[in-house]
């Protein structure tokens, strides 16, 4: 079945640092999420990608839609202590929104 | 306002028995979901209802068991609680955008709920 790969599975920085979080995807997604959970909360939308090579960006985190649809990345520059928190790709293939979670990038900030 | 709001939030019971959590959107949303949670933070979809009409149905045992009273509620029925029941269950809305993209989900708080 279809497979959702995310990696690293946690990350430590220091505060300033960059941090890139990367999703697999084993077969073509027809759109990409990306959902944000802080600790002890609940999964919260960050942003949508949908068409083939896309590149949406808000503030300091920077999303990428692979060429063939089948990766994508997050990437966050100069990180700050508000940043701490699991970050989930999703990935759809079409019909009933059936979205399937990669298994996250647990994202730790010292200050 | 709470937009999707599920109770309870904690929940610690002994294996073998039952018990249901209840989610409630306010969001005027068409399809609401069942996502669990487990202590790896994997998150699985276990079922969808459309305006009431059960979707998606990943292999779930029967003892649990969805209901959609109308399309802004959606409750969790489980049956002879086990160990490994033990995990946070999310509810989740979306509405329905046909041709333009996934639907996006927007979660309830979560139900952790405990097996002893």
């Known amino acids: 079945g279809q497979q959702v790969m995310q990696i690293p599975q946690y990350q430590h920085v220091q505060e300033g640092e960059d941090f890139t979080t990367y999703c697999n995807s084993s077969?073509?997604?027809?759109?990409i999420q990306w959902y944000k959970q802080r600790p002890g909360g609940h999964p919260v939308f960050l942003i949508q990608?949908?068409?083939?090579?896309e590149v949406k960006k808000q503030k300091r985190l920077t999303f990428q839609f692979g060429e063939a649809k089948k990766n994508s990345s997050l990437h966050i520059t100069a990180t700050q202590t508000t940043d701490v928190g699991t970050y989930f790709c999703a990935g759809a293939r079409g019909g009933y929104n059936k979205l399937i979670f990669g298994a996250g990038t647990r994202l730790a900030v010292h200050p | 306002d709470t937009a999707v709001s599920q109770t309870p939030k904690y929940l610690v019971t002994q294996m073998g028995n039952d018990k249901s959590i209840k989610c409630e959107q306010n969001l005027g949303h068409d399809t609401m979901y069942w996502y669990k949670q487990d202590s790896k933070k994997f998150l699985k979809i276990m079922f969808s209802?459309?305006?009431?009409?059960?979707?998606i149905n990943e292999t779930v045992p029967n003892r649990f068991s969805p209901k959609s009273p109308d399309k802004a509620h959606l409750n969790l029925h489980i049956n002879s609680l086990e160990l490994g029941d033990s995990a946070v269950y999310f509810c989740?809305?979306?509405?329905?955008?046909?041709?333009?993209?996934?639907?996006?989900?927007?979660f309830g708080a979560g139900s952790r709920l405990t097996v002893l």
């Open positions: 209802y459309n305006n009431k009409e059960l979707i």
């Open positions: 077969t073509t997604l027809s759109n």
């Open positions: 990608l949908v068409k083939s090579g």
């Open positions: 989740a809305s979306s509405q329905d955008r046909g041709n333009s993209g996934a639907n996006v989900l927007t």
